[in-house]
């Protein structure tokens, strides 16, 4: 059973691996292994017999082959309509035909199945919404990839993400240390203009336990910054935990259950040692599915929710306005049109709707906020979600599904985007990479800071 | 011949038939899983109900749903080929003197022009679902020779029903048929895609259940189908 040094069906679990399989730049010995690759159909077979059960198999089986989830899917929109993109298709010439032919599939299906998963759905579940029997064919694609990532056939990005969290439980290598270090930094660099900021690690028994993305401290530090400042304006009793501080998962992008499981665990046992009152996670929307909606489940809670409550970004900063304890100075609201993008992941998937509108009714002139359309459940997924965003192999396919949000944002004729989801954030800045159409986008923190009618005694005194 | 397909066959037939749909709908629930379909089923029952009621009537209730009302052609003649396959049976006037005859019991009936016209709309409704499965590339790409002939299946009790009913050619010989090609659809019921009859319940009443629980009914959100 021939399997490739970096491509196989062994997850990367040690650094040594990790930087080996990165060293492969682009994933070119990657993909070249990957077409000899072996199907291992018994263990195929096997995995679906166990965890297939009537949910998916009914799915498959009573799909009236109807067509009406075509329309709503964006990549079938923005192919040419393309059949080959109706959701329907796709799942039932991947995972349908893998049952069919009960796991005695090739390596040239695998591929192919690979290809679909990743570059022809990005878990939007927005066809779920759209079936008359109620077949969410996202949902199915999730599982679909894990099939795939357990025999090998998974983007190398994304076998490296999962590699990652797996190593460093972060997306990215940044260590426990670097983490707090990056907290002590912040904290300097942000006391200056505000006295008193802390950001306290491990503090036991605070009102709120912050958790974030490894892109945060890796990449722009300014967010925790940003995330202290109204955590100390808003005069709330916070802590990060030094342990457990990291609440995305590619490896559910990639379909590695198991390090789901571990990585979810890893910050419910902050929150059991820390034992916050609540912990609030940063302005992202995968990693709010994967700690707060999905994560329960595979950390095996039966109630379906995390040890203490688990609130988005959005739903604490909705609060903190709406009971004054952030307060607008109403001469520097946003006074230009602005749009707001709906994330998958914590709109349809948990209907955090309203809340994010109730924000923007704060910081919003009235009158210039432009919904774009459709929006809400209904709004379209940003065209980089699911890791398509990071995946090199399907750059084109990407950029190409970036078209449904530029026509949603040309639409609405604004040129300033609010994305509360890091993911959405990226497709957003991308797609002005990619097509150049002159808007500026923005998370809410650095938004709400520079909009803030600030207490006296928070501001610093004058030498 | 007619007296052993409307009496033994035809118990045999509604014993199968129905008792299928319902070990169907039983298996469906007892193949669920908490863990595996990431839904806290048991937990939060009362939230999963709502939603899986809402989800049932968005999608049963014509226009309700948003899907139905970005397609109103569609809508329009998929509501009717169900109403009349389903409601022409059930209140047709000779099916209910049988029902007279066995049980000294019948359901109120429909005039004679309802139920022909209820039976040529579903006619018209199986022949557009055969058009548009030819019509449409995002339908033709998915339909497989199987659909075609559950449609078969599905309309020709009516076909030979209507034949019969109109007394054309030999009475008989279509009456009987009639009753063959419908005991053959109640038949292929639970052992086919047609199980969506009890499984299309069950399936909607899941996702709806996902969407109340998990999905925004906790947070108060409803899901606007």
């Known amino acids: ?463 | 011949m007619y007296d052993f397909l409307t009496g033994p066959m035809l118990w045999a037939t509604f014993l199968v038939s129905f008792g299928g749909l319902i070990v169907r709908a039983i298996m469906y629930v007892k193949g669920l899983s908490w863990q595996l379909d990431r839904v806290a089923y048991r937990p939060h029952m009362s939230y999963g109900m709502r939603g899986a009621v809402r989800s049932i009537l968005a999608f049963i209730i014509p226009f309700k749903a948003r899907l139905w009302r970005t397609r109103p052609g569609f809508t329009i003649i998929f509501f009717a080929f169900h109403i009349g396959l389903l409601v022409t049976p059930i209140f047709l006037e000779a099916h209910n003197v049988m029902l007279q005859k066995a049980f000294g019991v019948s359901l109120p009936t429909l005039p004679t022009g309802v139920a022909d016209g209820l039976a040529w709309v579903c006619l018209v409704g199986g022949l557009f679902m055969v058009l548009r499965r030819i019509a449409f590339p995002e339908v033709r790409i998915i339909t497989t020779a199987y659909d075609y002939l559950l449609l078969v299946i599905t309309v020709l009790p009516f076909i030979t029903g209507l034949i019969a009913r109109y007394e054309m050619g030999d009475y008989n010989f279509w009456l009987t048929a009639h009753i063959l090609t419908g005991e053959i659809w109640l038949l292929s019921l639970p052992f086919t895609k047609l199980s969506h009859a009890i499984l299309f319940f069950m399936s909607r009443m899941q996702l709806g259940m996902d969407y109340g629980i998990k999905r925004g009914g906790m947070k108060g959100s409803d899901m606007a189908w």
């Not at chain 1, 040594?16 to 492969?24: C, I, P, R, V, Y």
């Not at chain 1, 069919?100 to 022809?120: P, R």
């Not at chain 1, 571990?262 to 419910?268: E, L, P, Q, R, T």
């Not at chain 1, 595979?298 to 952030?326: F, M, N």
């Open chain 1, 1 to 463: 059973m021939p399997e490739g040094k970096f491509c196989n069906k062994t997850p990367i679990t040690t650094e040594e691996q990790l930087k080996a399989t990165l060293g492969d730049k682009g994933g070119k010995q990657y993909y070249e292994e990957m077409n000899h690759l072996d199907v291992d159909s018994e263990k195929l077979w096997g995995a679906i017999q166990k965890t297939m059960k009537s949910r998916t198999k009914t799915w498959l089986e009573i799909c009236a082959h109807c067509g009406l989830c075509a329309e709503s899917c964006f990549l079938y929109q923005v192919n040419g309509r393309v059949p080959e993109q109706v959701p329907s298709y796709k799942i039932q010439s991947t995972l349908g035909q893998m049952v069919k032919k009960k796991g005695k599939v090739d390596n040239e299906f695998m591929q192919m199945c690979m290809e679909t998963a990743w570059s022809k759905c990005t878990c939007c579940n927005r066809c779920g919404m759209y079936c008359p029997h109620g077949i969410d064919m996202g949902v199915m694609f999730s599982y679909l990839r894990g099939l795939l990532y357990s025999q090998g056939f998974v983007p190398w990005e994304l076998k490296i993400g999962a590699g990652m969290h797996r190593v460093y439980r972060a997306q990215m290598d940044v260590t426990m240390e670097d983490w707090v270090e990056t907290c002590e930094w912040m904290a300097e660099e942000t006391e200056e203009e505000w006295p008193g900021l802390e950001i306290p690690v491990d503090k036991e028994d605070a009102d709120i336990m912050y958790t974030c993305n490894a892109r945060e401290p890796k990449h722009y530090p300014e967010d925790i910054a940003e995330a202290a400042i109204l955590f100390h304006v808003a005069g709330e009793n916070w802590t990060v935990p030094s342990e457990g501080w990291e609440q995305t998962s590619l490896s559910m992008f990639a379909g590695d259950w198991e390090c789901c499981k571990d990585n979810v665990v890893n910050v419910y046992s902050a929150i059991e040692r820390l034992r916050p009152k609540r912990a609030i996670g940063t302005e992202c929307g995968h990693a709010h599915r994967a700690t707060v909606i999905e994560g329960p489940y595979w950390a095996g809670r039966e109630d379906g929710q995390p040890p203490a409550p688990y609130i988005h970004y959005v739903e604490w900063l909705a609060e903190a306005l709406r009971t004054g304890k952030l307060k607008i100075d109403p001469a520097k609201r946003i006074k230009e049109p602005v749009t707001l993008q709906d994330s998958c992941n914590y709109v349809r998937n948990q209907g955090l709707k309203d809340v994010t509108r109730e924000i923007i009714s704060y910081i919003v002139e009235p009158g210039y906020f432009v919904e774009m359309a459709p929006n809400k459940e209904h709004n379209y997924c940003c065209g980089g979600g699911g890791g398509f965003n990071g995946i090199g192999l399907y750059r084109e396919q990407r950029n190409v599904a970036l078209r449904k949000k530029k026509q949603q944002i040309l639409d609405t004729g604004c040129k300033l985007v609010i994305a509360p989801c890091h993911n959405c954030w990226d497709a957003i800045r991308d797609l002005e990479e990619e097509y150049e159409i002159g808007i500026r986008w923005s998370f809410l923190k650095p938004l709400v800071i520079g909009m803030l009618d600030v207490p006296e005694h928070l501001l610093p005194k004058d030498e």
